[in-house]
């Protein structure tokens, strides 16, 4: 199994079935917190749901079309992130991540994104990278803003979350 440590209490691990159980109830457990910026959560309702969301996410990094890896910390799964989407022909990678509440503000995804990055440029040959987030998510912008990437620009009405419709930023780095 494919892991990378972060810092002495956090891990990023490929995403296996075995995580099924404890990914389903961090989502669980923060559904309304997570849903203010996620649009999948009503799809997710069960562990079964998620291990079948696990199996294609693992096919799919098989054929190099994504990376999902959880973020373990102090043992205890804390959140995800990866490449939602690759490109191979253009080499670019689409990050996304999120984390349960009580993780959040730590620097825990800060320090994981960076690695990502990292193995984004290692294992992908990964050229450049894209993360969007809706530009109300102060939180979640400041990540890609710490670690160097580039304003590029704002989509409007770039996703439907749930009854309402929110704009992206589109940040990106380049690495080559």
């Not at 959140?79 to 959040?104: F, M």
Request: aromatic share 12%.
């Amino acid at each position: 199994m494919f892991f990378r440590d972060i810092d002495e209490d956090t891990r990023i691990a490929l995403t296996i079935p075995q995580y099924a159980e404890e990914l389903f109830a961090l989502v669980d457990a923060n559904r309304a917190f997570l849903k203010q910026w996620l649009p999948w959560l009503d799809k997710v309702q069960t562990a079964e749901d998620t291990r079948s969301f696990i199996l294609n996410q693992l096919e799919r990094f098989r054929r190099q079309e994504a990376l999902h890896v959880t973020i373990l910390h102090q043992g205890r799964i804390a959140g995800v992130l990866g490449y939602n989407r690759i490109d191979p022909e253009s080499r670019i990678g689409y990050v996304g991540y999120w984390l349960g509440k009580t993780y959040t503000g730590s620097g825990i995804m800060t320090h994981c994104v960076s690695n990502l990055i990292d193995l984004g440029s290692e294992y992908f040959d990964l050229q450049r990278m894209d993360i969007r987030c809706a530009v109300d998510n102060v939180k979640s912008r400041a990540i890609p803003e710490r670690l160097g990437f580039i304003q590029e620009g704002v989509l409007k009405n770039a996703e439907k979350l749930y009854d309402r419709y929110v704009d992206h930023v589109v940040y990106g780095r380049v690495t080559s």
